[in-house]
């Protein structure tokens, strides 16, 4: 099957179009607000949003929200969910060896993954592509099949059920009715990289359809760190009516993907491109393969908006990580699968004689996950070290209302009720070892919102929510350190947190922004800690701390018509400035090991910005740069740090309105040595050897072509 796979995918030639966008400005004076209608006469999907209708959500989401589309990230080099995401606000990517993202953090969550993004919920067009521990694996999604992420930070989220504090990212794809009907696109450079992607669409009668496959094979910046993954994705819809539609996905995946470890902060400044000895010693790799099914009915009319979804996605991964006598995870064989649905109902009837949208929904959801652990001797298994099954049962139910009480002014209420369970079956430990627990876990989150429309484009907002993050399986499961090395079960409760938030977003004359300011207060927050004495303890509830923070976003057209002015039949030429801040600032709350620290692993001070030249033509250039503008610590106990950096780039490109399309994307010219991950300890001076640095690339040139027609 891998053979036949791979064959194919290497057949794939990428794609990809990207058309020029001229803003048009915003009238000052304020206009009167429509109401979001999606009728029977739309001649797009009904189950997959339109960029209008993501557009339209601006006015009616009193929280953080961002959309990030395709076409800005294929300027460049179109790899991973790190290009999609570029300069989001709010949201911190970390990746280890310039593959995909291991860790997706926003406002703090997700600060104890080590290797798969956690505390932030990914949908595929509102149904769940999270596990149901709360991981996600993106490298099973192929970002050439997206249209856009639609990003909702916090308590933008509650719609979508998210069990976290960070919030949900919807990923858009495309359909029939919005893709060319024939797309290609390759692009390699530095390190041995090469991705290659071949989409095709059609419509035929009530009948459209998209397909799109891809691979990409990569060497890799340091020793030991090859991958090779293999994405083929499908929808097909069909319209019932010119009122309801169903529609079915398919996603196929196959990684290959050496990992060369962590480095101590000396070897990663010394010689960032080295390996872990270890990691080519035991062999250090993981290799899954991964296999989505999911059906959406869609039911639209002018008063009403009913959505059903079912989903199956199955998982077979090998991890060989480290082993030695006194911690025995070694390799990790795992199968699993996870059945889920969602069912989510919206009226825009009036209430009271004015507008009105009420959402009602549940997204149930069930893991079944079958671990089996071995030593690792030199890369091949030996003796059995633990054999497991997690059962993960998610059911949140969420309602929320929002009601006009003037014409720009509204209020939001809502609230979710959750039940989750973990239930961990030891099948390797007898007796009193045995450490089967099952744990019931419940939540009630309330939320209260309010939006104000100053005019058809600019928006402020305030809410106060609670939020609710039930433990995984990497956190409540981890193997003890010494001679008696177990896969130890820690009984962990969920954390929750209340967060006010206020903000504004908008266009005015060539300017776009957004802004939010937020303050989260923590209980039971998860984090790996050591008691008093300095022993590592492990993953706890930490009683009490603070997250807080801005996320702002200001796109400027600074020029126009400046060699080129505009004419009836074609713009003229601009100059714009893209650029995104987010401050980071977490902490303890008077807790009795580290007072009021610091909380590790996510730089505090972080800026993103892009300059860029747009012909009428075609042609585009500029430079971009990516900040971490101080340091910041890797341990709780904030002895040891990261250091700052900036990383410069400089892309340019030409797109032609037939289809034809080549771009250059540089990246990290001055060649820094910084850290693009870290690994969280919680005291660096109890460690003997700070193995947790994962160096960033060195400089890399990419460059590509892409065709459509």
Not at 39 to 51: D, R, V
Not at 467 to 496: N, R
């Amino acid at each position: 099957m891998r053979q036949a796979w791979s064959a194919f995918s290497i057949t794939a030639i990428a794609w990809g179009v990207v058309q020029n966008a001229w803003p048009a400005e915003t009238p000052s004076e304020p206009v009167e607000v429509e109401e979001v209608r999606v009728t029977g006469e739309a001649t797009g999907s009904l189950t997959s949003s339109s960029p209008e209708e993501s557009s339209k959500q601006k006015q009616q989401v009193p929280g953080g929200f961002t959309i990030k589309g395709a076409e800005e990230m294929k300027l460049g080099r179109a790899s991973n969910f790190e290009d999609l995401l570029q300069r989001a606000p709010g949201v911190f990517a970390q990746s280890e060896n310039g593959g995909e993202i291991s860790k997706i953090s926003i406002r703090g969550s997700g600060i104890t993954a080590e290797d798969e993004p956690l505390g932030v919920m990914f949908l595929l067009d509102g149904l769940s592509y999270t596990y149901g521990d709360g991981e996600a694996i993106l490298e099973d999604v192929d970002v050439s099949a997206l249209s856009r992420a639609e990003i909702f930070r916090g308590a933008a989220a509650f719609k979508y059920g998210p069990l976290t504090l960070g919030g949900a990212i919807n990923l858009v794809p495309f359909t029939g009715y919005d893709a060319a009907p024939f797309q290609s696109r390759i692009e390699g450079g530095s390190f041995g990289y090469l991705r290659a992607n071949a989409t095709s669409s059609a419509v035929e009668g009530p009948v459209d359809e998209f397909a799109s496959v891809s691979f990409r094979l990569r060497d890799g910046f340091r020793e030991h760190s090859r991958e090779n993954t293999e994405i083929l994705f499908a929808d097909v819809g069909y319209k019932l009516s010119e009122q309801i539609e169903n529609r079915f996905y398919l996603t196929l995946n196959r990684t290959d993907r050496q990992l060369p470890g962590g480095l101590t902060k000396s070897e990663m400044e010394e010689a960032p491109s080295r390996a872990n000895p270890l990691a080519i010693a035991q062999d250090w790799n993981k290799q899954w393969e991964h296999i989505r099914l999911a059906d959406k009915l869609s039911i639209r009319t002018d008063e009403i908006q009913f959505d059903v979804g079912v989903f199956w996605f199955y998982l077979d991964l090998t991890d060989r990580g480290f082993f030695s006598p006194d911690f025995r995870a070694g390799i990790e064989e795992v199968y699993s699968n996870n059945f889920g649905g969602n069912l989510n109902f919206v009226s825009r009837r009036e209430l009271f004689g004015r507008r009105n949208i009420l959402t009602i929904g549940v997204s149930p959801q069930l893991e079944d996950e079958h671990t089996q652990n071995y030593e690792n001797n030199f890369g091949h298994p030996g003796a059995t070290t633990a054999r497991n099954e997690g059962i993960s049962v998610n059911v949140p139910a969420y309602l929320e209302d929002q009601f006009y009480v003037a014409q720009q002014l509204s209020i939001l209420a809502g609230a979710q009720l959750i039940f989750a369970q973990r239930d961990f079956r030891d099948y390797f430990l007898r007796g009193a070892e045995n450490q089967s627990h099952l744990q019931d876990l419940y939540g009630f989150n309330p939320k209260l919102g309010a939006i104000y429309e100053i005019n058809h484009d600019t928006q402020a907002f305030v809410n106060f929510s609670r939020s609710f993050q039930a433990p995984s399986f990497e956190i409540l499961v981890e193997f003890t350190e010494g001679p008696d090395s177990i896969a130890a079960y820690t009984p962990l409760q969920a954390q929750h947190a209340w967060t006010i938030e206020i903000g504004t977003r908008g266009e005015y004359s060539r300017l776009q922004w957004e802004l939010s300011l937020y303050r989260s207060w923590f209980r039971n927050e998860l984090l790996e800690l050591n008691d008093i004495f300095g022993n590592d303890i492990g993953t706890v509830n930490v009683p009490r701390s603070i997250h807080q923070g801005i996320e702002a976003s200001l796109e400027v057209e600074l020029l126009q018509g400046i060699l080129f002015r505009k004419q009836a039949n074609r713009p003229g030429d601009r100059l714009s400035l893209d650029q995104s801040y987010t401050l980071n600032d977490f902490h303890f709350d008077q807790d009795p090991v580290y007072g009021n620290n610091r909380i590790a692993g996510i730089p505090i001070h972080v800026y993103e910005a892009q300059l860029l030249y747009e012909g009428p033509f075609g042609f585009y250039a500029g430079p971009n740069v990516q900040c971490n503008l101080s340091r910041y610590p890797v341990d709780h106990a904030n002895t040891f740090f990261a250091g700052a950096y900036a990383l410069l780039g400089f892309r340019a490109g030409f797109r032609h309105n037939k289809g034809f399309s080549v771009f250059l994307d540089c990246k990290n010219l001055t060649n820094q040595r910084y850290a693009s991950s870290i690994d969280v300890i919680a005291d660096a001076q109890t460690a003997e050897r700070a193995e947790i640095f994962h160096p960033g690339d060195g400089r890399a040139f990419y460059g590509g072509i892409s065709w459509s027609w």
